[in-house]
């Protein structure tokens, strides 16, 4: 499969220092289809408040119009010990608005409690009519593929994944982790590098520091096999090196990356 048969997304992470109107410009100066984006406010984003700020989400929505980009996934919705259950059906709503998809990260270690959290969530994303993904992140909760499985299993058949190959390699798992999962429930792939050994600060690599595809050690082209057609394909490989660019010659270096991985498939 050549770069030409898929449209790409531009995650918000991988321009995590900009907010959410200079993304959308810079993806779509890029050629991606699509971009994912933090819709609240959180310390390493200076987007605004797009739920909140009437002005600021008018602006957003104008910017997808008028850029013809879709949405992929909406962050943060961190299931914590007490989430802010009425920010996160705000929230979803506004993910429904935005045409997005609810991206799920549990960070309870209750487990009955965080089972109850990703129940109320998927109840509120039905509710708003927003699609929901569960992502396994190694230092969450829900840790592995497996995990995240389980979860989206008990919740229904409209819960999907959202699959990230850092989280991959840095859980101890492999490719054969992806390929055991049913492909229907993989919505959302999150593409990045990085070397086999994991540094000291694992934390500050996921923020911060990942290497763009095809230019680590994860070998991800043996990836692209197991990738379903149906599911959006985005880069997010937030870099430090990268970071020194201005945003569209940032957005055009990932999208490079995109096409060079995919066109050596």
């Known amino acids: 499969m050549t770069f030409a048969a898929r449209e790409f997304c531009l995650d918000h992470l991988s321009l995590v220092d900009l907010d959410a109107l200079t993304v959308i410009d810079a993806a779509a ?24 700020d009437k002005v600021a989400r008018r602006e957003v929505l104008a910017a997808l119009r008028d850029t013809g980009l879709r949405v992929g996934i ?27 998809t609810v991206n ?19 109840d509120i994303c039905r509710r708003a009519q927003a699609a929901a993904v569960i992502e396994a992140y190694p230092l ?51 593409l990045n590098d990085g070397p086999l050994e994991a540094p000291h600060d694992r934390v500050n690599e996921a923020v911060f520091d990942r290497q763009l595809p095809g230019e680590g050690a994860f070998g991800l082209k043996a990836l692209l096999a197991l990738l379903p057609g149906h599911a959006t394909i985005a880069v997010e ?10 945003p569209h010659e940032r957005a055009a270096r990932l999208m490079q990356s995109m096409r060079d991985l995919y066109a050596a498939h």
């Open 29 to 52: 100066h890029a050629g991606f289809a699509a971009v994912s984006l933090f819709v609240t406010p959180i310390p390493i984003s200076p987007t605004p408040d797009l739920v909140a």
């Open 74 to 100: 909406v962050e943060p919705f961190m299931l914590d010990q007490d989430p802010n259950w009425q920010l996160l059906e705000h929230s979803a709503e506004l993910t429904a608005e935005l045409g997005g």
């Open 104 to 122: 799920i990260l549990g960070l309870d270690e209750d487990h009955a409690r965080l089972r109850e959290s990703l129940e109320r969530t998927v």
């Open 140 to 190: 969450s909760t829900i840790r592995s593929p497996a995990q995240a499985l389980g979860f989206a299993q008990a919740l229904g058949p409209d819960v999907g994944l959202c699959i990230d190959t850092l989280h991959i390699i840095r859980s101890g798992g492999s490719w054969d982790d992806v390929a055991a999962l049913p492909p229907g429930r993989i919505r959302h792939v999150q």
């Open 237 to 246: 490989a937030p870099s430090r090196a990268l970071a020194k660019g201005e």
